[in-house]
């Protein structure tokens, strides 16, 4: 399952809430997507088993750029979002969506080059393996 449909699913489930993954009564974002897939809404250290795609962008919403460490990434524009700007569930689904659709080209296209992310040089750019 990907990030924003268990976002989307899990947003059905409990109203939204801010600043944590949960308050007791709703959940964040990524909390409504972790109990989407039966963990705990809390569980910031499994944070689900969607991996953080470093995107580096700005956020729509003010400019600062977010997303850029591979240990957060997408995961940090979406708490900004949701604890920032208060976008709802909903809409963050959308956006991620958006996010995961360009990841998913970039990586097919890299696949159908030829590119190998166990070999040492991965297109043309050197490991450090």
Known sequence: MRLSEAIRLGA???PQAFGDYTD?????????ANEAIGLSANDDETEGPWPFIAIGLPCPSCGVTLGADPETGLGEM?????????WTREVIADFVETIEAQHEASMAKD???????????????????
């Open 111 to 129: 696949s159908a080059a030829g590119c190998d992310e166990s070999q040492p040089v991965v297109c043309g750019v050197e490991t450090n393996n």
């Open 24 to 32: 007791g009564i709703g959940t964040c974002a990524l909390g409504a």
């Open 78 to 86: 979406v708490e900004h979002l949701n604890d920032y700007h208060r």
């Open 12 to 14: 059905m489930l409990k």
